[in-house]
C-alpha cells in the first residue's frame, strides 16, 4: 500500500513563495503528481516527476527524491487565486494513484 | 470537445435505494477511475478500468460495483446505498502510459439520508 503524508494547512502573503511538502512509502513507485483543487472543483493536473531533480513550469516547481520518499511544490509569487488544495500522489506499477489528504493553502492580501 | 462529463451533479438519496453515477470521456481514454473525497481522507480509489472490458478493485470497493462495456462510458453502481457512502464522487481518465495523467470529471455530490 501507500502512505503519503503532507500538511493540512499553510498560509502565505500574496507575492510570497510557499513550500509544500509530500513524504511518501511506497510498495511501488512509477512517479508522483501533484494536483490543484479550488473549492468545490475537480483537481487539476500541476505537475509530473518520475526521475529524482526539479521541474519547473512558470511559478510551480516541482522536486523529487525517491531514495527519501519526498517531493516538494514550490509555489512562486503568489497569488489569490492560488488559494486553493493541493494534493500529492503517488503512481504505483499498475498505473492506480495514491492521494495524499491535500495541503489548502490560503493566501492573503 | 467535453472531455469527461459526469452525471448527476447532486444528488440527494434514500438509504437502501439503487443508484448509478453515469460517467462519459470522449477522450478516447483507455483508463478510467473512480475515486471517493471526504474531508480529511483525500482521494480514495474505489474501482477502476485499464481498457474496455476489464475492470479492478480499488482502496475501498466494498458496496460499489462498475462496468467498462465501452470506451467511452465508466458507470458506478452503489445497490443498496448506506449514509457512510455521502461523499463527493469524482471519475476520471487517462491514456495509461508513463507520462500521462489523470483527468478528472466535475464530480458528483451524494448524500445518502
Known amino acids: 500500500g501507500q502512505n503519503i503524508d503532507q500538511p493540512t494547512e499553510m498560509t502565505a502573503t500574496e507575492g510570497a513563495i510557499v513550500q509544500i511538502n509530500c513524504t511518501y512509502q511506497?510498495?511501488?513507485?512509477?512517479?508522483l503528481f501533484w494536483y490543484q483543487q479550488h473549492a468545490g472543483e475537480a483537481p487539476t493536473f500541476l505537475s509530473y516527476?518520475?526521475?529524482?531533480g526539479l521541474e519547473e513550469k512558470g511559478r510551480f516547481s516541482s522536486f523529487l527524491s525517491r531514495s527519501k520518499g519526498y517531493s516538494y511544490l514550490l509555489l512562486k509569487e503568489l497569488q489569490m487565486k492560488d488559494s486553493a488544495s493541493y494534493l500529492c500522489?503517488?503512481?504505483?506499477?499498475?498505473?492506480?494513484?495514491?492521494f495524499g489528504a491535500g495541503t489548502t493553502v490560503t493566501v492573503r492580501a | 470537445i467535453a472531455g469527461i462529463t459526469q452525471a448527476p451533479t447532486s444528488q440527494i438519496l434514500a438509504a437502501g435505494r439503487r443508484m448509478t453515477l453515469r460517467c462519459t470521456q470522449d477522450?478516447?481514454?483507455?483508463?478510467m477511475y473512480w475515486y471517493r473525497q471526504d474531508l480529511g481522507l483525500g482521494l480514495r480509489l474505489i474501482h477502476y478500468?485499464?481498457?474496455?472490458?476489464?475492470?479492478g478493485k480499488g482502496e475501498v470497493p466494498d458496496g460499489y460495483s462498475v462496468s467498462r462495456a465501452n470506451t467511452d462510458d465508466f458507470p458506478l453502481t452503489l445497490a443498496s446505498a448506506v449514509p457512510s457512502q455521502t461523499s463527493v464522487y469524482f471519475c476520471?481518465?487517462?491514456?495509461?502510459?508513463?507520462?500521462?495523467?489523470?483527468?478528472f470529471g466535475p464530480g458528483t455530490r451524494l448524500t445518502v439520508l
Open positions: 477522450m478516447r481514454h483507455n483508463a
Open positions: 478500468s485499464n481498457t474496455a472490458g476489464t475492470t
Open positions: 476520471a481518465s487517462s491514456h495509461g502510459t508513463d507520462s500521462d495523467t489523470q483527468y
Open positions: 511506497t510498495s511501488g513507485f512509477n512517479g
Open positions: 500522489a503517488v503512481r504505483d506499477n499498475d498505473y492506480k494513484l495514491s
Open positions: 516527476n518520475v526521475l529524482d
